[in-house]
Antibody, heavy 119, light 108 residues
Framework: EVQLVESGGGLVQPGRSLRLSCAAS????????MHWVRQAPGKGLEWVSG????????LYADSVKGRFTISRDNAKNSLFLQMNSLRVEDTAFYYC????????????WGQGTLVTVSS | EIVLTQSPGTLSLSPGERATLSCRAS???????LAWYQQKPGQAPRLLIYDTSSRATGIPDRFSGSGSGTDFTLTISRLEPEDFAVYYCQQYSSAPRTFGQGTKVEIK
């Protein structure tokens, strides 16, 4: 069974940093591109960042470019999101997702971790 | 960036009725690269349909997708109680991947 378990969320002040982690199991992580998708409370879904299977390609939404960094450790079946210079508008549930093999739809999702940016 | 606009915002229907959800793109979505997701309160989204019309693993056949170019549709042939939820379309034809704003299917 595929499992994606996010951790690292919490309450943080504007301008500070936070690092999210996603532990993957039940599939061969190296076979898949991985992504972070976020959802502000009561709002819609927003793709944040994605990374190719070999970490050669990293993409970011304009809203986080230059502040967030995505990375992965295939040997440890883990995905990360380093979030710097956090803003109030970054407050959201952050979901770890994986692409289908050969199709760039988000096949599996974690349960999400809540990041609250507030003074 | 491809903007996806979903309609209606809310659909009020009774169990057993047919639901038709629309997703319109601001420019052509190439290679039928469109997906649909279902989200229930307090849960993560779940992939229903990919490549416009292919059902994801375990998705019942009352869910179907169609469309091309800029106009796409998700149809639920007969609503079951567990189908009342929010539905999102999403394109992966070009970066950045974008979502529609969602359609809520509620019990009438």
């Amino acid at each position: 069974e595929v499992q994606l378990v996010e951790s690292g969320g919490g309450l943080v002040q504007p301008g500070r940093s936070l690092r999210l982690s996603c532990a993957a199991s039940g599939f061969t992580m190296i076979d898949h591109a991985m992504h972070w998708v976020r959802q502000a409370p009561g709002k819609g879904l927003e793709w944040v960042s994605g990374i190719s299977w070999n970490s050669v390609t990293m993409l970011y939404a304009d809203s986080v470019k230059g502040r967030f960094t995505i990375s992965r450790d295939n040997a440890k079946n883990s995905l990360f999101l380093q979030m710097n210079s956090l803003r109030v508008e970054d407050t959201a549930f952050y979901y770890c997702t994986k692409d289908m093999r050969g199709v760039r739809a988000f096949e599996s999702w974690g349960q999400g971790t809540l990041v609250t940016v507030s003074s | 960036e491809i903007v996806l606009t979903q309609s209606p915002g809310t659909l009020s229907l009774s169990p057993g009725e047919r639901a038709t959800l629309s997703c319109r793109a601001s420019q052509s979505v190439g290679s039928s690269s469109l997906a649909w997701y279902q989200q229930k309160p307090g849960q993560a989204p779940r992939l229903l349909i990919y490549d416009t019309s292919s059902r994801a693993t375990g998705i019942p056949d009352r869910f179907s997708g169609s469309g091309s170019g800029t106009d796409f549709t998700l149809t639920i042939s007969r609503l079951e109680p567990e189908d009342f939820a929010v539905y999102y379309c999403q394109q992966y034809s070009s970066a950045p991947r974008t979502f529609g704003q969602g359609t809520k299917v509620e019990i009438k």
